[in-house]
Nanobody
Framework: QVQLVESGGGLVQAGGSLRLSCAASGSIFSINRMGWYRQAPGKQRELVAGITSGGSTNYADSVKGRFTISRDNAKNTVYLQMNSLKPEDTAVYYC?????????WGQGTQVTVSS
C-alpha cells in the first residue's frame, strides 16, 4: 500500500512564497516519477511540475522561473518551492507518484494567493 502525505499549503499574498512537501511511504520502486498537479475551481487538473528519480524535471509554462521541484530519494519526498505567487496560482495542489504502472495521488492541499 502506497500513501502520499502532503503539507505546506496555505494563504499567501501575491508575490509571496510557499513550499509544499509530499512524503511517500509503502512499497516504492527505486525508479519512479513524482510530481505536482493543481486544480482550480471549474478547471481541469493540470500538471505543474514533475521530477524523475534520476532528477529530470519538467514544468508547466505558467510556472517556469517561479516554481522549483526537487526531491529527496532517501526520504521518498518531493518538494515544490513556489515563489512570486500570483492569484491565478490559487488551486488545490495534488502530489502524484507514478510507481511502476500505478498512479497514486495525495489528498490535496489548498493554496490560496490573495491579490
Amino acid at each position: 500500500q502506497v500513501q502520499l502525505v502532503e503539507s505546506g499549503g496555505g494563504l499567501v499574498q501575491a508575490g509571496g512564497s510557499l513550499r509544499l512537501s509530499c512524503a511517500a511511504s509503502g512499497s516504492i520502486f527505486s525508479i519512479n516519477r513524482m510530481g505536482w498537479y493543481r486544480q482550480a475551481p471549474g478547471k481541469q487538473r493540470e500538471l505543474v511540475a514533475g521530477i524523475t528519480s534520476g532528477g529530470s524535471t519538467n514544468y508547466a509554462d505558467s510556472v517556469k522561473g517561479r516554481f522549483t521541484i526537487s526531491r529527496d530519494n532517501a526520504k521518498n519526498t518531493v518538494y515544490l518551492q513556489m515563489n512570486s505567487l500570483k492569484p491565478e496560482d490559487t488551486a488545490v495542489y495534488y502530489c502524484n507518484l507514478l510507481n511502476g504502472l500505478q498512479n497514486y495521488w495525495g489528498q490535496g492541499t489548498q493554496v490560496t494567493v490573495s491579490s
